[in-house]
C-alpha cells in the first residue's frame, strides 16, 4: 500500500508539473509576443494563383490564405484573445529571412518544404504536392527542357525551381541563358513580352498565371516534372509551442473534412482534382487530439 501511495504521489506530481510547464510555455516565446502585441503578422505573396495573390481590392486572397486563417483563429483561441491581423508581402528572396528575422509569424504562399530550409525555419504538415514544369507560348516549339537549348528561361531567384533547373542544365549540358525575376508575375510578363521563351515554377503557378492571363490560349504547359516540391506553411523555427498550435489547427481542417471545401473553393475552378499523393498527406497528417 506504501509503495502504490508513493507511485500515485509521483504521477500527481508528473501531472502538476507538466500542466504548470504548459502554462509557463505560452508566457514565452512566439505566443508571448503575439499576445503582447495583440497581433499576429502573415507574410503572404502577391501573385502566387490560387495560393496567395491580391484581390481586385489589393487585398491578400487564396488558398494558403484560407489556411493560415485557420490557424490564426487558433493562436486566438490558446491565448484566449482577439488579435489584429496584419499582412507582410514577401517575395522568394525575402519570406526566408524575415522568418528567420522575427518580422513575421507564419508565411501564407506557396512555399516547398526542405531540409536546407528547416535550418532557418520550420513548416507545418503538407498543403499541396507539385514540381517543376515550363510554361512557354502554344507556338514555341518547346515540349520540354531540351528544346530549351540556346534559349531563354525566367526564373525566380532563391526558389527550388531555380535550382531544379539548373541542374537539369547541366545534368544534360545545355546552354540556356537565365533571366533571374523577382516573382510570378515578372516572369509572367517577361515570357508575355517576349523576353524570355518560356517561365518555370511548380506546375500548379504555371496554370494559375495562364487562368489570369488576358490571352490563355497562346500559353501551354509543358515537358516532365523536374521536381518534387511538397507545400508547407512556414512557422518560426525552434517555437514548438506556436508550432503545436498549428499542426493541431491543421489537423483539426484535415480530420473534419474541412480541407476538401477549402480545396474545392480554389483549384475546382481550375479543374485542379486533388492527387491520390495529397489525399494520403491529409490522412496521414490528420493526427489525433
Given at each position: 500500500m506504501t509503495h502504490l501511495r508513493h507511485?500515485?504521489?509521483?504521477?500527481?506530481?508528473?501531472?502538476?508539473?507538466?500542466?504548470?510547464a504548459v502554462a509557463q510555455d505560452i508566457t514565452q516565446g512566439r505566443l508571448a509576443a503575439i499576445a503582447e502585441r495583440g497581433s499576429i503578422v502573415l507574410g503572404h505573396r502577391e501573385s502566387s494563383v490560387p495560393f496567395a495573390y491580391l484581390d481586385e481590392n489589393q487585398a491578400p486572397i487564396g488558398y494558403s490564405i484560407d489556411l493560415c486563417m485557420k490557424v490564426v483563429e487558433a493562436v486566438e483561441e490558446t491565448l484566449g484573445t482577439d488579435l489584429e491581423v496584419r499582412f507582410v508581402p514577401v517575395t522568394p528572396q525575402t519570406r526566408i529571412a524575415l522568418m528567420a528575422n522575427g518580422t513575421i509569424d507564419l508565411e501564407c504562399g506557396s512555399t516547398t518544404n526542405n531540409?536546407?530550409?528547416?535550418?532557418?525555419?520550420?513548416y507545418l504538415p503538407v498543403t499541396f504536392i507539385t514540381g517543376t514544369q515550363i510554361l512557354t507560348r502554344v507556338d514555341s516549339g518547346i515540349s520540354g527542357i531540351d528544346d530549351m537549348e540556346g534559349k531563354r528561361i525566367g526564373l525566380a531567384q532563391g526558389t527550388?525551381?531555380?535550382?531544379?533547373?539548373?541542374?537539369e542544365m547541366e545534368a544534360r549540358g545545355l546552354d540556356i541563358d537565365i533571366l533571374p525575376v523577382r516573382d510570378h508575375a515578372e516572369g509572367m510578363l517577361a515570357l508575355e513580352t517576349d523576353r524570355v521563351d518560356a517561365y518555370s515554377t511548380d506546375h500548379i503557378l504555371l496554370h494559375g498565371l495562364i487562368a489570369k492571363s488576358r490571352t490563355p490560349d497562346e500559353f501551354k504547359v509543358v515537358g516532365d516534372f523536374l521536381s518534387y516540391d511538397p507545400y508547407a506553411l512556414m512557422v518560426p523555427r525552434n517555437e514548438s509551442d506556436f508550432e503545436l498550435v498549428g499542426k493541431r489547427a491543421m489537423a483539426e481542417v484535415f480530420r473534419s473534412g474541412e480541407i476538401d471545401e477549402i480545396y474545392e473553393r480554389w483549384f475546382g475552378p481550375m479543374g485542379v482534382e486533388q492527387s491520390d499523393l495529397l489525399r494520403a498527406a491529409f490522412r496521414l497528417n490528420a493526427l489525433p487530439q
Amino acid at each position: 500500500m506504501t509503495h502504490l501511495r508513493h507511485i500515485l504521489a509521483s504521477a500527481a506530481a508528473l501531472a502538476t508539473f507538466g500542466t504548470a510547464a504548459v502554462a509557463q510555455d505560452i508566457t514565452q516565446g512566439r505566443l508571448a509576443a503575439i499576445a503582447e502585441r495583440g497581433s499576429i503578422v502573415l507574410g503572404h505573396r502577391e501573385s502566387s494563383v490560387p495560393f496567395a495573390y491580391l484581390d481586385e481590392n489589393q487585398a491578400p486572397i487564396g488558398y494558403s490564405i484560407d489556411l493560415c486563417m485557420k490557424v490564426v483563429e487558433a493562436v486566438e483561441e490558446t491565448l484566449g484573445t482577439d488579435l489584429e491581423v496584419r499582412f507582410v508581402p514577401v517575395t522568394p528572396q525575402t519570406r526566408i529571412a524575415l522568418m528567420a528575422n522575427g518580422t513575421i509569424d507564419l508565411e501564407c504562399g506557396s512555399t516547398t518544404n526542405n531540409l536546407t530550409r528547416q535550418e532557418q525555419v520550420e513548416y507545418l504538415p503538407v498543403t499541396f504536392i507539385t514540381g517543376t514544369q515550363i510554361l512557354t507560348r502554344v507556338d514555341s516549339g518547346i515540349s520540354g527542357i531540351d528544346d530549351m537549348e540556346g534559349k531563354r528561361i525566367g526564373l525566380a531567384q532563391g526558389t527550388t525551381n531555380e535550382r531544379a533547373i539548373q541542374a537539369e542544365m547541366e545534368a544534360r549540358g545545355l546552354d540556356i541563358d537565365i533571366l533571374p525575376v523577382r516573382d510570378h508575375a515578372e516572369g509572367m510578363l517577361a515570357l508575355e513580352t517576349d523576353r524570355v521563351d518560356a517561365y518555370s515554377t511548380d506546375h500548379i503557378l504555371l496554370h494559375g498565371l495562364i487562368a489570369k492571363s488576358r490571352t490563355p490560349d497562346e500559353f501551354k504547359v509543358v515537358g516532365d516534372f523536374l521536381s518534387y516540391d511538397p507545400y508547407a506553411l512556414m512557422v518560426p523555427r525552434n517555437e514548438s509551442d506556436f508550432e503545436l498550435v498549428g499542426k493541431r489547427a491543421m489537423a483539426e481542417v484535415f480530420r473534419s473534412g474541412e480541407i476538401d471545401e477549402i480545396y474545392e473553393r480554389w483549384f475546382g475552378p481550375m479543374g485542379v482534382e486533388q492527387s491520390d499523393l495529397l489525399r494520403a498527406a491529409f490522412r496521414l497528417n490528420a493526427l489525433p487530439q
